[in-house]
Nanobody, 123 residues
């Protein structure tokens, strides 16, 4: 149906910042929610944040609260993940995902995925 394309991943030192972008095109979903997930080597994919267009709420993984912020463009053709005070444990492939309906923080709840972008936090 549509397409999600992530960008912005990079190598950054601990304490640094990155902004990831997810470009969205071609979807026709009712009240879509857009989420960021991440997956580190040998670990399960975990939900980092989720933005709901229905109630305009944003949900965050506890370990990123106060450090990561999700925002969107006016027409929601791009969703961003601003990541500050990065730690080594934030190293992972970050994915953008989309679903019709309310937010969820489990990967099985999402039907549409981008290809991922690598974030590496290391000195």
């Amino acid at each position: 149906q549509g397409q999600l394309v992530e960008s912005g991943g990079d190598l950054v030192e601990p304490g640094g910042s990155l902004r990831l972008s997810c470009t969205i095109s071609g979807f026709t979903l009712d009240w879509p929610s857009v989420a960021w997930f991440r997956q580190a080597p040998g670990k399960e994919r975990e939900g980092v944040s989720c933005f709901s267009t229905r109630d305009l709420s944003t949900h965050y993984l506890d370990s990123v609260k106060g450090r990561f912020t999700t925002s969107k463009s006016n027409f929601m053709d791009t969703v961003y993940l601003q990541m500050n005070s990065l730690k080594a444990e934030d190293t992972a492939v970050y994915y953008c995902a989309m679903r019709g309906g309310d937010c969820a923080m489990t990967s099985r709840s999402f039907d549409y995925w981008g290809q991922g972008t690598q974030v590496t936090v290391s000195s």
